[in-house]
């Protein structure tokens, strides 16, 4: 299996599990929204997995195109806060892979 690797990110061609078993992902980047959030490590629209990587970072509502397959954003729900969730023992970095 090969591993692309973007600023110590990994992104293994096993990522686009979720999205293909939805069976819904968006066709191109205009069936997303301008508002989005980005990585700087995911600028590339070219690449394989750019609509994988903002798929899964995007909690959006969309409609199904007439494919059935791809789908197109409406609307972005408001981010949760994460800072919530994390625990006070929780060690910073401590997955990050060198």
């Known amino acids: 299996m090969q591993m692309v690797i973007l600023d110590q990110t990994r992104i293994s061609p096993g990522r686009p599990y979720k999205p293909r078993t939805l069976i819904r992902l968006p066709q191109h980047t205009g069936d997303l929204?301008?508002?989005?959030q980005t990585w700087p490590?995911?600028?590339d629209t070219g690449?394989?997995?750019y609509l994988y990587i903002q798929?899964?970072?995007?909690?959006h509502?969309?409609?199904m195109k007439d494919d059935g397959i791809?789908?197109?954003w409406l609307y972005l729900f408001e981010p949760g806060n994460w800072?919530?969730?994390e625990r006070s023992y929780s060690t910073?970095?401590?997955?990050t892979v060198a």
């Open 33 to 36: 929204l301008p508002n989005m």
């Open 41 to 43: 490590d995911n600028m």
């Open 47 to 49: 690449a394989w997995y």
């Open 55 to 59: 798929e899964a970072t995007n909690s």
């Open 61 to 63: 509502r969309h409609v």
């Open 70 to 72: 791809h789908e197109a």
């Open 83 to 85: 800072r919530l969730l």
């Open 92 to 95: 910073q970095g401590i997955f």
